[in-house]
């Protein structure tokens, strides 16, 4: 049987390309994202078998419907992907409790959330998890504190889930890219001008001299959602051009 995958964040960057990666390798998608009319519009281009469901991650009920419709249409589930996420800075001094609570309740509770529901299901097919961290959950960056820390705690939550869940044959990962290049920086905040800036600069902070396009990311999950990957669970991954090897200097 086809693959049968549920991806959170579809409408965009790395859940899009992920989305599409697993559509042409023939499995069944699940597209979850909040602007439901682009889930739409995706779905009808990548054609049969994919099924967009409008869902706010952070809402409870609306997980628990993603997860319910996902399993209904899918006929189970097989990978759950975590690929939604936010990205606000903010030091210790200028992050507010508000934006604190939403880059935790974006990034991680709501991963948590939908790790738990899914794991019945996961249980049965004897499926696995990736979810998208980043090189900020394995190292520390100055201006980004709530978001440093929730992806810590995603690559934590991935550790302990993935013991817990290896008695029943569920792998649980994550991947850990540097910069890519998505809408996450202009989403939250960060100016055209600014943007480019930052790409310009991220060449020198990444050793192989280049930022991450989406399709690196989608590959490396498709590989830990296969069973290719049968022996990985536990695992956070970087896949960021070098960029957790340095140091200041
Ligand atoms: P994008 O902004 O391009 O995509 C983010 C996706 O998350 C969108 O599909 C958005 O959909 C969805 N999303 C955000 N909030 C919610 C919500 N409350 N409920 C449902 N969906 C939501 O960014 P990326 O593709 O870059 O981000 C994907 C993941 O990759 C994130 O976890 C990010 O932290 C991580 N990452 C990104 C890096 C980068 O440099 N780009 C580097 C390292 C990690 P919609 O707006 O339709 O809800």
Known sequence: MAQRILVTGA???????????????????????????????FAAALGAGIFPIAADVTREADAERAINQATERLGGLDVLVNAAGILKGGDITRTSLALWDEML?????????????????????RGNIVNVSSVTGLRSFPGVLAYCVSKAGVD?????????????????????????????????????????????????????????????IA??????????????????????GGRALTCAR
């Open 11 to 41: 409408s965009s960057g790395i859940g899009r390309a992920t989305a599409e990666c697993f559509a042409r390798a023939g499995a069944q998608v699940a597209l979850v994202a909040r602007r439901g009319a682009a889930l739409v519009e």
């Open 156 to 216: 934590q939550l991935t550790r302990c889930a993935a013991l817990e869940l290896a008695p029943f044959g569920v792998r649980v990962n994550a991947v850990n890219p540097g910069v890519v290049v998505t809408s996450l920086h202009s989403s939250g905040g960060m100016g055209a001008e600014a943007y480019q800036a930052f790409l310009e600069h991220s060449k020198s902070t990444h050793p192989l001299g280049r930022v991450g396009q989406p399709q690196e």
């Open 105 to 125: 309740n974006v990034n991680l509770r709501a991963v948590f959330h939908l790790m738990q529901l899914a794991v019945p299901h996961l249980k049965a097919s």
């Open 219 to 240: 590959e490396l999950i498709e590989f830990l959602a296969s069973d290719r990957a049968s022996w990985i669970t536990g695992a956070t991954i970087s896949i960021d």
